[in-house]
């Protein structure tokens, strides 16, 4: 099982069908998972997925449409039934709090888990540690909509041939790594000696949307992007009209920003058939697209090789 995964919990947009439910998304990056947009039919999804309430550390609603946020009730009283342990964060539009509040006691139970609410007001951070920065960006719906992405610092590879030509093993290996020099009795060994440069991984959501500078800011060099394409291109006036983007223009965003995988979601039941998505982005990006499905995993892209951030393009 890769560390580095999402698990497709929904798909669907307004209304569920009967083979897509309404949204939702769990990343897993390590020991850290991060819930998105839980819609209704959420936490029999996670059961589906094998997927328990401990897996969660944080719970990042984009905004207060309803199926973006009617599993929030069953989500956060999960998390008391299976008494959860630890803090878990939720992120959302400040101006939905009392929407928050509300699902958060939709209705009574024993509430022992402590859910700790941290209402998103602007664009930046809004939470930090081992894992990274998870940061928000403004996006351009009809209510006051947020997409997250989550930003690795970056790093340092080590380089195993020139580790063993200066013979540098076991323990010395570690120090070099954190201290940034090993001091020797012939001489000082520096950190850019015998490693290069690892960019951080990047994953980016972005939900109900027109394009925007906040669609960019939050694809820009993604390992991983996962956009809603809820219209094809056919029907662009009402994406615009509604809020939404078109699959061709979610690939647009792909290809301009340097995003390696890109994973399509939350579709309009208007299209029964989900490879004209597929083929609507292939003819805009040529990275990998994977038109999401329910109950799937997407494992985030391997660390991008050698030690620079690939590119494909300026957007114009």
């Known amino acids: 099982m890769s560390s580095r995964e999402l698990v497709v919990l929904g798909t669907a947009s307004q209304a569920p069908t009967r083979t897509r439910n309404q949204n939702g998304y769990l990343l897993r990056w390590d020991g850290l998972g991060v819930l998105f947009d839980p819609g209704e039919g959420t936490?029999?999804?996670?059961?589906?997925?094998?997927?328990?309430?401990?897996?969660?550390?944080?719970?990042?609603?984009?905004?207060?449409?309803?199926?973006?946020?009617?599993?929030?009730?069953?989500?956060?009283?999960?998390?008391?039934?299976?008494?959860?342990?630890?803090?878990?964060?939720?992120?959302?539009?400040?101006?939905?709090?009392?929407?928050?509040?509300?699902?958060?006691?939709?209705?009574?139970?024993?509430?022992?888990?402590?859910?700790?609410?941290?209402?998103?007001?602007?664009?930046?951070?809004?939470?930090?540690?081992?894992?990274?920065?998870?940061?928000?960006?403004?996006?351009?719906?009809?209510?006051?909509?947020?997409?997250?992405?989550?930003?690795?610092?970056?790093?340092?590879?080590?380089?195993?041939?020139?580790?063993?030509?200066?013979?540098?093993?076991?323990?010395?290996?570690?120090?070099?790594?954190?201290?940034?020099?090993?001091?020797?009795?012939?001489?000082?060994?520096?950190?850019?000696?015998?490693?290069?440069?690892?960019?951080?991984?990047?994953?980016?959501?972005?939900?109900?949307?027109?394009?925007?500078?906040?669609?960019?800011?939050?694809?820009?060099?993604?390992?991983?992007?996962?956009?809603?394409?809820?219209f094809l291109n056919q029907d662009a006036g009402l994406a615009a009209d509604y809020g939404h983007l078109t699959a061709a223009q979610a690939a647009r965003v792909a290809a301009e920003s340097g995003v390696r995988c890109l994973v399509l979601t939350h579709f309009s039941a208007r299209y029964p058939d989900p490879t004209r998505f597929h083929e609507e982005a292939a003819a805009v990006f040529d990275g990998p697209i994977v038109v999401a499905e329910d109950l799937t995993r997407v494992p985030v892209p391997p660390r991008r090789a050698g030690a620079g951030v690939g590119w494909r393009g300026a957007r114009g």
């Open 43 to 230: 936490q029999r999804q996670m059961q589906h997925a094998g997927v328990s309430a401990h897996a969660i550390d944080h719970l990042c609603v984009t905004h207060f449409h309803g199926d973006h946020c009617l599993g929030v009730p069953g989500v956060v009283q999960r998390l008391s039934l299976d008494r959860v342990d630890k803090p878990v964060y939720a992120h959302y539009p400040a101006s939905g709090a009392e929407y928050f509040r509300r699902l958060r006691y939709a209705a009574a139970f024993h509430e022992v888990a402590t859910l700790v609410e941290q209402p998103v007001e602007r664009n930046g951070p809004v939470a930090t540690g081992p894992f990274g920065t998870l940061e928000a960006r403004r996006l351009d719906h009809r209510i006051d909509s947020f997409g997250y992405r989550l930003v690795e610092p970056d790093g340092r590879r080590m380089l195993p041939e020139a580790l063993a030509r200066l013979d540098i093993t076991g323990p010395d290996v570690g120090r070099l790594l954190h201290e940034g020099v090993l001091h020797r009795d012939d001489r000082s060994v520096a950190l850019a000696e015998v490693s290069e440069h690892r960019p951080g991984q990047r994953f980016a959501f972005v939900m109900d949307t027109r394009l925007c500078e906040g669609v960019y800011a939050l694809a820009e060099h993604a390992d991983m992007l996962v956009i809603e394409s809820t």
